[in-house]
């Protein structure tokens, strides 16, 4: 879906122990180069490209992977699109990201006490292999050399770096300034057709993610893109300053 001249949202249906999930990355295009905004769970490399081939784009053209934060949903076909883009690819995250992507450090949210809970909620269905795998997903991530570290209030191509803590320590989201849209990853999300703060149950730090929103009013803002909901394009930024003064008066 192309949002507006060189920005691409790149709505992925990933099929997930019998429920269908839409996730949102995106691609920029600036200067004849393409940089993926995440990658999606493990697996959906095929996805991506799909994808990427409805806009006129194939994998070859990405030379910039930048990934918001660590979760699995954003890190999980990292590894599998290096190796299936023929020519070197720039990894970009921010510092506070960086040993969780590369491995070095045990996911923030994947405690042993978070597998456990994940393994009783799988419907009964899911058979005995399944539940395997999913554990081995869980306790194995995917993981991959960051090339280079992306700081607060940074531009790097048609992009501008916010830097967003909360849903994780380093989490960021990313400002189009030539469309004035918001790539929000997981900063909020659209639910029932509203754009939303974060959802608690999934933040490391929610008083800090709901901060977080802060950084948003500043912005002229015509859309928002949640990696979960997809785009928000009505009255945004009256929206934002309304969920930044209930987060100021949760504080």
Do not use: W
């Not at 400002?175 to 149950?201: C, F, R, W």
């Not at 999934?202 to 950084?215: E, G, I």
């Amino acid at each position: 879906m192309q949002v507006s001249d060189g920005l691409y949202c790149l709505p992925l249906s990933v099929p997930a122990l019998g429920q269908i999930n839409v996730i949102h990355p995106a691609v920029v295009v600036h200067q004849g180069q393409a940089t993926l905004v995440d990658t999606g769970y493990p697996g959906n490399v095929p996805l991506i490209q799909q994808a990427l081939e409805q806009q006129g784009l194939t994998l070859n053209d990405v030379t910039a992977i930048i990934l918001t934060h660590q979760d699995i949903d954003h890190i999980g076909s990292l590894p599998a699109l290096l190796e299936a883009i023929p020519h070197p690819v720039a990894v970009l995250a921010t510092e506070g990201e960086k040993p969780y992507i590369q491995g070095e450090k045990r996911l923030i949210k994947v405690t042993p006490e978070s597998v456990e809970r994940a393994m009783a909620n799988l419907p009964a269905s899911v058979t005995e292999e399944q539940r395997q795998a999913f554990r081995n997903r869980l306790e194995n991530p995917p993981k991959a050399p960051v090339t280079a570290l992306l700081e607060d209030g940074q531009v790097i191509g048609a992009l501008t770096v916010i830097l967003t803590p909360g849903h994780t320590p380093g989490h960021m989201s990313l400002y189009h300034a030539a469309s004035k849209t918001l790539l929000a990853a997981d900063a909020m999300v659209v639910a029932e057709n509203q754009l939303q703060g974060p959802i608690p149950a999934y933040c490391y730090d929610y008083p800090l993610a709901r901060q977080s929103l802060n950084k948003f009013t500043g912005l002229d803002v015509n859309k928002v893109i949640c990696y979960h909901g997809g785009e928000f394009a009505d009255n945004v930024n009256q929206r934002i300053a309304e969920l930044a003064a209930e987060a100021g008066n949760h504080a």
